[in-house]
Antibody, heavy 116, light 110 residues
Framework: EVQLVLSGGGLVQPGGSLRLSCVAS????????MHWVRQAPGKGLEWVAH????????KYVDSVRGRFTISRDNAKNSLYLQMNSLRADDTAVYYC?????????WGQGALVTVSS | QSVLTQSPSASGTPGQRVTISCSGS????????VNWYQHLPATTPKLLVY???QRPSGVPDRFSGSKSGTSASLAISGLQSEDEADYYC???????????FGGGTKLSVL
């Protein structure tokens, strides 16, 4: 059974940093594209970033480029999202998502709240 | 404003067939495959259709996807009360160099 277990969400002040981690199991992690997708309160789904199997290709939505960094450690079956210079509009539930195709499996979601 | 345009709401009665549409452009739907997702309240989203019309294992054949030009559609036949959810389309966008989602359609089963 595919499982994606997230950790690292919480409350952070504007301008602060937070790191989300996602541990994968039940599939061959190093053969899958991986993504982060978020949903702000009362809003729809928004793709945030993706990373290729070997980490050689990373793309970001314009609103987070330069502030967020997606990475992976295939030896640990883990996906990460380092979020810096956080803003109020980054407040959302963040999902770790398996690709190929996008959204074949979703983690449980981690709430990130940016507020003073 | 989302890059992919969906009607905010749709409705139907049990047993009916409903269609949810998704409109894009030549940089996304026009040249790329479309995926559809179902998001039930208090759950994680679920992939319903990928590559325009392919269903993952376990998804009932009541759900079907199609694409024509720069638009795509999700059809749900034999509507059931448990189909009441938010539905999203998504596609890769060559101009934005990223994935884009529609704004979502809230389906009500009356």
């Amino acid at each position: 059974e595919v499982q994606l277990v997230l950790s690292g969400g919480g409350l952070v002040q504007p301008g602060g940093s937070l790191r989300l981690s996602c541990v994968a199991s039940g599939f061959t992690f190093n053969t899958s594209w991986m993504h982060w997708v978020r949903q702000a309160p009362g809003k729809g789904l928004e793709w945030v970033a993706h990373i290729k199997q070997d980490g050689s290709d990373r793309k970001y939505v314009d609103s987070v480029r330069g502030r967020f960094t997606i990475s992976r450690d295939n030896a640990k079956n883990s996906l990460y999202l380092q979020m810096n210079s956080l803003r109020a509009d980054d407040t959302a539930v963040y999902y770790c998502v398996k690709g190929s195709p996008l959204g074949s499996h979703w983690g449980q979601g981690a709430l990130v709240t940016v507020s003073s | 404003q989302s890059v992919l345009t969906q009607s905010p709401s749709a409705s139907g009665t049990p047993g009916q067939r409903v269609t949810i549409s998704c409109s894009g452009s030549s940089s996304n739907i026009g040249t790329r495959h479309v995926n559809w997702y179902q998001h039930l309240p208090a759950t994680t989203p679920k992939l319903l259709v990928y590559d325009n019309n392919q269903r993952p294992s376990g998804v009932p054949d009541r759900f079907s996807g199609s694409k024509s030009g720069t638009s795509a559609s999700l059809a749900i036949s034999g509507l059931q009360s448990e189909d009441e959810a938010d539905y999203y389309c998504a596609a890769w966008d060559d101009s934005l160099n990223g994935w884009v989602f529609g704004g979502g359609t809230k389906l009500s089963v009356l």
